[in-house]
């Protein structure tokens, strides 16, 4: 359940924006994509104008620490 929250997605093999799409259509306020590496890419794309949430894109270690901090405390994320 994303609704009114910021989602965490995994970078999988579907392109970034469809990504955000679903996560916005799910109610989402913002999503954060992590790699499956710890490296950085740049999310390419450009949005429809239906897509309105903001997102970011981080390296596995971060998500890593934020996915552990999940298990057991509320993590609050300003983008």
Request: hydrophobic share 45%; glycine share 8%; with cysteine.
């Amino acid at each position: 359940d994303v609704n009114g929250k910021i989602a965490l997605i995994k970078r999988g093999n579907c392109n970034f924006i469809v990504k955000v799409a679903n996560a916005e259509s799910q109610g989402a306020i913002g999503v954060i994509v992590y790699n499956r590496e710890d490296s950085l890419l740049t999310m390419g794309g450009t949005p429809p104008p239906d897509v309105t949430i903001p997102s970011i894109f981080i390296k596995q270690t971060l998500a890593n620490t934020i996915i552990a901090t999940l298990t057991s405390n509320v993590v609050n994320v300003t983008m």
